[in-house]
């Protein structure tokens, strides 16, 4: 019996906008460098690697978070450790803003890292998990919305904090205070969420299950059909490791690895990070600067949610990679035109803008979230949380390795070459989505495991 596309009720919406929580926390962290850097070098008198290296902490701590959390996802439950990520967040800001010593900064940036890391294996995985089919795809990119709305909000704030107290303790402890408040609101609202019905019945509790189920979907029938079909899944493999050796897990964990892999290789976080720098290259400076990329990310968001279930992920993820491509190609041409000259001609200016405008609209309706939303859905229910720690790890190994060494690179080879080097990796992704990734819209978890298997 095929069955696409389930009635639901509108709590279904609430829930899932708690649960992408904690995308906002992983924003919010993440975008929290690109315009405090300043003030926590002159506080902690850091020169230009020890501030690098405060910065990369937080992709060291979201790899060991990721590896942990598909352990923590299946023993705690989904719930209890969107709670634990939360007490993170808020600890670690909390600390922060106290202004400690270096050495304890340095341990809470790893610790919001590590919050981060679980946050961005759960809050996918929830979301997947609790949104009934017909709606997946449009509440997994709530997770995405939240990154980008997080990135936006503290880019916004840390540059008006900055101008109000510049490069005071004062500042920086305010700019730490709004992460503290979205951790408080994060932690407080998960107390709040249903259980994921999926990882219930994983656990044999299938009763408590269906209780949840009747909070989000309208049927009494569908109900019955859900958890008949998720026990079905159950039965049809034997333990853990059975299913994880299967050849068609190991061929759907490589489509996840090398699309996570991707979604760094071409290149977001060298804007998310550096914009503002890459634009003083540029000799473009001011707020514009600091703002422009942060609020398009942010907007070009949206569109994603209606987009992902009419054209479906495949489309997204071709046009979007397309997109990507001209842009980084018109950046270079504009870097090379800029070459050594001290004078920068307006005109390569506003190509560069322009370029670096398209490219992150490219990202954001499309490998932003179609990334993590394709993980979230393509490994069967017992071994997801292996399957996720592994792709949601590489991202961020993946992301620690571009924001560490792309300054270099580009210092080395020169400041187009790096954009040449994206728009290839966006040439190498359209050829992977066209051989290997599979169409998940509207299908049911189970039915894509299914045929995923066969
Ligand atoms: C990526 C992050 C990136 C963010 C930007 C996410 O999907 O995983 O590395 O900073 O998008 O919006």
Known sequence: MEKEVGDHKKIVYFICLVG?????????????????LDTVKAIYHLDTKAAEQYSALLATGGVLGA?????????????????????????????????????????????????I??????????????????????MGTLFQLMIT???????????YIASVFPKSPMSLSLMFCVIVLFALLMLLTSFWLPESPRWLVLKGRGDEAAKILQRTVSKQSEIDFEIIEIDKMLLRRGGLLKAVFQKSYLKVLLIGVVLQMFQQLVGINVMIYYAPTIFGYAEMTGTLAKILIPTV???FTFPAIYLVEKWGRKKLLYAGAA?????????????????????????????????????????????GPVAWLICSEI????????????????????AGLVMRYAL???????????????AAFCVLAILFVAFFIPETRGITLEKLEEKLSG
Do not use: H
């Not at 609790?130 to 997946?136: G, V």
């Not at 050594?340 to 309706?365: D, K």
């Not at 270099?408 to 994206?422: D, H, P, R, V, W």
């Open 323 to 367: 997109i990507m491509f001209v842009s980084m190609v018109a950046a270079g041409l504009a870097f090379q035109g800029i070459g050594q000259s001290t004078m920068v001609p307006p005109m390569l200016q506003i190509t560069l803008l322009i370029a670096l405008v398209i490219y992150i609209f490219g990202f954001a309706f499309s490998w």
């Open 117 to 138: 890391g679980i946050a961005s294996f759960l809050s996918p995985l929830y979301l997947a998990e609790t949104a009934p089919a017909s709606i997946r795809g449009s």
């Open 20 to 36: 992408a929580l904690g995308g906002l926390l992983f924003g919010l962290d993440q975008g929290f460098i690109a315009n405090s």
């Open 67 to 115: 590896l942990v959390s598909g352990v923590l996802a299946r023993y705690l439950g989904r719930k209890k450790s969107l709670i634990f990520a939360g007490l993170l967040f808020t600890f670690g800001s909390l600390v922060s803003a106290w202004i400690p010593p270096l050495s304890i900064l340095y341990v809470c940036r790893f610790f919001l890292g590590f919050g």
């Open 379 to 398: 490994f069967p229910l017992k071994g997801r949380e292996c399957g996720l720690t592994i792709t949601t790890m590489v991202n961020w190994t993946f």
């Open 297 to 299: 990310n942010m907007l």
């Open 408 to 422: 270099s690179f580009m210092e080395i080879y020169g400041n187009a070459s790096i954009f040449y080097l994206f």
């Open 149 to 159: 709305i997080g990135i936006f909000l503290i880019s916004a704030t840390n540059v």
